[in-house]
């Protein structure tokens, strides 16, 4: 069975560890490949040709930076499908979904592109008599990502693209789960004319992140991921002297107004629950409805969970795939049980879904559950599954309450067409990302990313402007051309004349 390389120094290195994890086809059960869980030195070897790539990469002219970083945007938008449809066979989502995450990758490629924009810096003339300042942001050195399973090519994306723009180079250690893409991409990156070093993979578990998080050459680290290890690698990184933006997991509550157009609402609730079988970090996972929303609210979005078909995401009229693999889909099962016997209402009951001659297939039809309340599993935890609970509230101020009191902070919508609630909603709310009757409010790649609390630990946000503040270092120069009328010892303290 074919083993995924690493990718240093520009080209494919086959790992020799013993330790290898199995990469699932989720659709099928089977294990299709497997990964390398590399090894110390290995990582070393990856950070050692980043580092030799930064001498040269850190003086690469603007011009050449953003040649090689067009011709890639062309490389990713010819090679879209292939790149989709290697995602679909290894995290599950249907292809058009994939898709649509190779795109909005993209996008912040597109934004890397205007670099020579992005990396402008300030300049004062005669801040004293014939003295100019200015400052210039410049590369901070050799930078690693670690990423999730459930945007293997996107959230990479959030990050290389930037960095390498800004004059870094990076060592990526993807999703041991489906780590295929990224070596697609590197290939990509290669064609693009990157040069060698600059960009380099290792696969991997959490001796390989470890060995990232304590690395002296390693100066920046961005981590997308679960809460518990984002603090893991915040705490860690920072210790060791790092720049890091961890960005953690989510609970994401959509409110929804007695005066909501329900027929909107109800469309939005089911796109945003179910798509991606609930494994977006910006999935709406709890409907709080207020007032009589609910009543109104819930027999809609029960017609369009019946009409939802479950399948291989390669097949055309899949609309949602399987999870990522079968523990996480028992797990995921497990809080329709434990939300049933804490007293919810299981209104759509996903566990009993069969999908036809895929009986090994990861699969997981959607759930509703009502009456869900803080204090139940199913509410407290992030579910990461097609599992979406509503919590009936009375007033708009409950509603509010109830997700300023929730410790995660990523994503939040409101549904209403009441212009003084949604205008009171965008201001009082505590939440990083916030929609007004979009469901999904993922910034474009020119805002930045990021969530509030504990789904993020750092002070930047993730790509867009955030992101090229991350992934450099502000310098300020202050200069004086000699000139014989300005000679002469002084001890005072430099004053701006
Ligand atoms: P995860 O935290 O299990 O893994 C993320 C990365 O960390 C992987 O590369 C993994 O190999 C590594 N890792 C796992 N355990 C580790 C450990 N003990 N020590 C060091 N490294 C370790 O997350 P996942 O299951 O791959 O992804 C799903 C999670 O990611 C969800 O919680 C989701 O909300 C979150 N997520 C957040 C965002 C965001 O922008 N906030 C985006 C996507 C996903």
Redesign the pocket.
Known sequence: METIPNWINGRAVDSNTDRKGDVFNPATGEVQKRVPLSTVAEVDQAIASAEKASESWRHASLATRTRILFAFRELVNKHKDEIAKQLTLEHGKVFSDAQGEVQRGLEVVEFACGLSQLLKGEISENVSTEVDSYSMRQPVGVVAG??????PAM?PMWMYPLAIACGNTFVL?????DPSVTNLTAELLAKAGLPEGVFNVVHG??VA??RLLEHPAIGAVSF????P?AK?IYETGTKNGKRVQA????KNHMIVLPDADMDLAADAAVGAGYGSAGER?MAISVLVTVGNAADKLLPKMMERIAALKVGNGLDPSSQMGPLITRQHRDKVAGYVASGQKDGADVLVDGRTLKVAGRDNGFFLGPSLLDKVKPGMACYDD?I?GPVLGVTRTDTFDQALALIHANPYA?GTAIFTNDGGAARKFQHEIQVGMVGINVPIPVPMAYYS?G?WKQ??FGDLHIYGPDGIRFYTRNKVVIGRWPDPRFRGVDLGFPQNK
């Open positions: 670690i990423t999730p399973f459930n945007f959230v250690k993807p999703s041991e789960r578990d959490k992140v470890d997308v991921g679960s809460t290890i893991y960005l953690g997991g989510a970090c992030e990461f990523n990313f969530g789904s993020l």
